[in-house]
């Protein structure tokens, strides 16, 4: 989104290459981990950036993601766990999820003979840092890809195996109300190029019958 102390190796960021492009400033509402993919959500003035944070924090906004994770997930489930924040302060959390489709693989993986993965539907309550991320690992189903909470070892097998180096995690769609157009409306965003890829070779190479 914008150069912080997290990524101080990024000459390229949302807020920059949008100020370039529309000559104004922008005010930002919605963000994502620079790994996960899909929906933002910026204010251009700073009245209509007050009343959508105001939906946050009321939780009148509902966000959707899709996650690619370890092992084969429950039909449909909630995960109420409090996590910590950047400064260490422990906040509580609350997750949805459910189980889209299963996959198992032809794929040796430590003692196991095949891998098993889940994609999964997310909702979550409440907006925490890392909320997605920490409670998949939480239940023991990390998210592919997610270096600090998920396996080190499985993300090294997909980037030897299927040359992965982006978290299956996307921001699939994003629904508010609309405070000039006075309306509720939805955005969506299509699954990007390499998360795509690893459901297209999920399916070639699923062994479930």
Same mark, same amino acid.
């Given at each position: 989104?914008?150069?912080?102390?997290?990524?101080?190796?990024?000459? /390229?960021?949302?807020?920059?290459?949008? @100020?370039?492009?529309?000559?104004?400033?922008?005010?930002?509402?919605?963000?994502?981990? @620079?790994?996960?993919?899909?929906?933002?959500?910026?204010?251009?003035?700073?009245?209509?950036?007050?009343?959508?944070?105001?939906?946050?924090?009321?939780? %009148?906004?509902? $966000?959707?993601?899709?996650?690619?994770?370890?092992?084969?997930? %429950?039909?449909?489930?909630? /995960?109420?766990?409090?996590? $910590?924040?950047?400064?260490?302060? /422990? $906040?509580?959390?609350?997750?949805?999820?459910?189980?889209?489709?299963?996959?198992?693989?032809?794929?040796?993986?430590?003692?196991?003979?095949? %891998?098993?993965?889940?994609?999964?539907?997310?909702?979550?309550?409440?907006?925490?840092?890392?909320?997605? @991320?920490?409670?998949?690992?939480?239940?023991?189903?990390?998210?592919?890809?997610? @270096?600090?909470?998920?396996?080190?070892?499985?993300?090294?097998?997909?980037?030897?195996?299927?040359?992965?180096?982006?978290?299956?995690?996307?921001?699939?769609? /994003?629904?508010?109300?609309?405070?000039?157009?006075?309306?509720?409306?939805?955005?969506?965003?299509?699954?990007?190029?390499?998360?795509?890829?690893?459901?297209?070779?999920?399916?070639?190479?699923?062994?479930?019958?």
């Amino acid at each position: 989104m914008h150069k912080t102390n997290l990524a101080m190796d990024a000459d /390229i960021s949302v807020l920059k290459v949008l @100020r370039a492009q529309l000559n104004k400033p922008i005010f930002t509402i919605h963000r994502l981990d @620079r790994k996960t993919s899909g929906v933002l959500l910026i204010a251009l003035d700073k009245k209509v950036q007050r009343e959508l944070s105001k939906q946050f924090m009321e939780r %009148s906004v509902h $966000k959707t993601y899709l996650a690619l994770v370890r092992g084969f997930t %429950s039909a449909h489930g909630t /995960i109420d766990y409090a996590v $910590k924040d950047l400064k260490g302060k /422990i $906040k509580d959390a609350t997750t949805h999820y459910k189980t889209l489709k299963k996959y198992e693989l032809d794929l040796p993986f430590g003692k196991h003979l095949t %891998s098993r993965y889940s994609l999964v539907e997310l909702k979550p309550e409440t907006g925490r840092y890392h909320q997605l @991320r920490m409670h998949m690992a939480h239940i023991f189903h990390p998210i592919v890809g997610d @270096r600090p909470h998920g396996c080190n070892k499985q993300n090294r097998l997909f980037k030897e195996r299927f040359d992965l180096m982006e978290m299956m995690l996307h921001a699939k769609d /994003i629904e508010f109300f609309h405070p000039t157009l006075n309306r509720r409306m939805q955005v969506c965003a299509p699954l990007s190029d390499t998360f795509n890829r690893m459901l297209n070779t999920f399916e070639k190479e699923c062994i479930l019958s």
